[in-house]
């Protein structure tokens, strides 16, 4: 019996021992599937009222089916730039932060941010945000803030037998038929929020010295260095541009005429076509659902690029260089590129979409046409006055010429333009002098 009971015990304690033995290797395997569940925390800084639905609706999903949680912290619009500026100098940026593009080469993102150039997304993109060496640095949240395009009435072409202006001479063609049909329209509505000082010239400028020469002229107005009289592109450029007022085709008030006034008038008909942003395009569809507006690619000259220009500075989010999380930050945009994601964060946030295949994304009515025939091909550039003021060039009003205001002088030509320009901008660089 006792041999028998000491079997049993000797059975029994090699059971416990066993267990014993094999308890620390369950909680080491429990403690580690505990770790793999814990969600990996990635901290995020964002402009206060870039923090959209659609961002948050990503950021929970992200956490829910990727196990990245996301901290974010948000900071005044007014604040942000300075802030960013100051935690990337002194290295406490957080994993990922929001930037504004193209204009990211002002921070320095071979110093501060990951190169994501040769991320799976990136051929996704419709509009690549690079820069001057083609690298890209963050995920646009957008392909665009705003595109410019000739905006027209169908309803009143087609009464008037006027056909889509294709090039310049076909607008001047359509802005005389509606003169000679005696009918009180304006042709083409200029406003004077749409600066530098028109929509209209800065589209013309651009595609006709392409994205590359628009930054340089506006570095040479920038840094002084620029004689406006030698800018010979420029001089069919302004010469079409004064057709237009010289034949009479433009609102009397195009300096003082607000957005507003010309969305009222253009849904009463009482404007034919409007050059400006497709998002003034899309409240004359808000104020009048009805209207039938078809929108092209306008061409100045002969030898302007056929492409669209807008303001291509969308937010974007970058990786910290110096994130302790580099690897889980990526993982996290290739995420957030897919189209899963990207149609969620649509379902809650207007705009343009930044990648092809979005299709939650709703696309204004008044572009859908320019979108799948440039946009979705790309064929978009930088408007060399939302580059300028991408620059934050000082006092911009002065350092790019008014011409919109040379117009009111008597039988302006391009070149006495110019020549004010050149002589206004001589007087600028003058010293000051000081009174006794």
Same mark, same amino acid.
């Given at each position: 019996?006792?041999?028998?009971?000491?079997?049993?015990?000797?059975?029994?304690?090699?059971?416990?021992?066993?267990?014993?033995?094999?308890?620390?290797?369950?909680?080491?395997?429990?403690?580690?599937?505990?770790?793999?569940?814990?969600?990996?925390?990635?901290?995020?800084?964002?402009?206060?009222?870039?923090?959209?639905?659609? *961002?948050?609706?990503?950021? #929970? /999903?992200?956490?829910? !089916?990727? =196990?990245?949680?996301?901290? &974010?912290?948000?900071?005044? %619009? +007014?604040?942000?730039?300075?802030?960013?500026?100051?935690?990337?100098?002194?290295?406490?940026?957080?994993?990922?932060?929001?930037?504004?593009?193209?204009?990211?080469?002002?921070?320095?993102?071979?110093?501060?941010?990951?190169?994501?150039?040769?991320?799976?997304?990136?051929?996704?993109?419709?509009?690549?945000?690079?820069?001057?060496?083609?690298?890209?640095?963050?995920?646009?949240?957008?392909?665009?803030?705003?595109?410019?395009?000739?905006?027209?009435?169908?309803?009143?072409?087609?009464?008037?037998?006027?056909?889509?202006?294709?090039?310049?001479?076909?607008?001047?063609?359509?802005?005389?038929?509606?003169?000679?049909?005696?009918?009180?329209?304006?042709?083409?509505?200029?406003?004077?929020?749409?600066?530098?000082?028109?929509?209209? *010239?800065?589209?013309?400028? #651009? /595609?006709?010295?392409? !994205?590359? =020469?628009?930054?340089?002229? &506006?570095?040479?107005?920038? %840094? +002084?260095?620029?004689?406006?009289?030698?800018?010979?592109?420029?001089?069919?450029?302004?010469?079409?541009?004064?057709?237009?007022?010289?034949?009479?085709?433009?609102?009397?008030?195009?300096?003082?005429?607000?957005?507003?006034?010309?969305?009222?008038?253009?849904?009463?008909?009482?404007?034919?076509?409007?050059?400006?942003?497709?998002?003034?395009?899309?409240?004359?569809?808000?104020?009048?659902?009805?209207?039938?507006?078809?929108?092209?690619?306008?061409?100045?000259?002969?030898?302007?690029?056929?492409?669209?220009?807008?303001?291509?500075?969308?937010?974007?989010?970058?990786?910290?260089?110096?994130?302790?999380?580099?690897?889980?930050?990526?993982?996290?945009?290739?995420?957030?590129?897919?189209?899963?994601?990207?149609?969620?964060?649509?379902?809650?946030?207007?705009?343009?979409?930044?990648?092809?295949?979005?299709?939650?994304?709703?696309?204004?009515?008044?572009?859908?046409?320019?979108?799948?025939?440039?946009?979705?091909?790309?064929?978009?550039?930088?408007?060399?006055?939302?580059?300028?003021?991408?620059?934050?060039?000082?006092?911009?009003?002065?350092?790019?010429?008014?011409?919109?205001?040379?117009?009111?002088?008597?039988?302006?030509?391009?070149?006495?333009?110019?020549?004010?320009?050149?002589?206004?901008?001589?007087?600028?660089?003058?010293?000051?002098?000081?009174?006794?």
């Amino acid at each position: 019996m006792r041999n028998t009971g000491s079997a049993t015990y000797a059975r029994i304690g090699g059971v416990f021992l066993s267990f014993f033995v094999l308890l620390p290797v369950f909680c080491h395997g429990s403690k580690e599937k505990g770790k793999e569940e814990e969600p990996v925390r990635l901290s995020v800084l964002i402009r206060e009222k870039h923090y959209s639905s659609g *961002l948050q609706n990503v950021f #929970t /999903k992200l956490e829910l !089916e990727e =196990g990245i949680a996301v901290t &974010v912290e948000t900071i005044q %619009d +007014d604040q942000y730039p300075t802030v960013l500026h100051a935690r990337l100098a002194d290295g406490t940026a957080p994993d990922v932060v929001e930037v504004s593009l193209p204009s990211l080469h002002a921070l320095d993102p071979y110093l501060y941010f990951v190169d994501l150039s040769k991320e799976a997304w990136i051929p996704d993109l419709l509009i690549p945000p690079t820069d001057p060496y083609g690298k890209t640095f963050a995920l646009p949240l957008n392909c665009a803030v705003s595109i410019n395009a000739l905006f027209y009435n169908k309803d009143l072409f087609d009464r008037y037998g006027i056909s889509e202006p294709k090039s310049w001479n076909e607008l001047l063609e359509s802005c005389a038929l509606i003169v000679k049909s005696g009918i009180s329209i304006v042709p083409l509505a200029l406003s004077t929020t749409e600066s530098f000082p028109h929509t209209l *010239l800065a589209d013309a400028i #651009t /595609k006709v010295l392409g !994205e590359q =020469g628009a930054r340089d002229l &506006v570095k040479r107005a920038t %840094d +002084d260095s620029i004689d406006w009289t030698h800018e010979r592109a420029l001089y069919p450029v302004l010469g079409a541009y004064l057709e237009l007022f010289k034949r009479g085709y433009v609102n009397k008030h195009h300096r003082t005429a607000r957005v507003r006034e010309i969305i009222h008038d253009f849904t009463r008909d009482r404007i034919a076509m409007y050059f400006g942003s497709h998002l003034v395009a899309d409240a004359i569809i808000k104020e009048r659902p009805g209207i039938n507006l078809g929108a092209c690619v306008l061409p100045i000259t002969e030898n302007a690029q056929d492409v669209l220009t807008g303001s291509l500075e969308v937010q974007g989010l970058a990786v910290h260089k110096k994130s302790a999380r580099v690897a889980t930050a990526c993982r996290a945009l290739s995420v957030l590129a897919s189209a899963a994601y990207q149609n969620s964060f649509f379902e809650e946030h207007k705009g343009l979409p930044a990648f092809r295949n979005t299709t939650s994304a709703v696309i204004p009515a008044c572009l859908s046409a320019l979108f799948k025939s440039h946009i979705e091909k790309g064929k978009v550039i930088q408007a060399i006055d939302a580059y300028a003021q991408a620059q934050n060039t000082p006092h911009r009003a002065s350092v790019f010429p008014d011409f919109a205001a040379y117009v009111t002088d008597p039988a302006p030509t391009a070149h006495t333009m110019l020549h004010r320009a050149q002589t206004e901008a001589r007087r600028r660089r003058e010293p000051v002098q000081k009174k006794e």
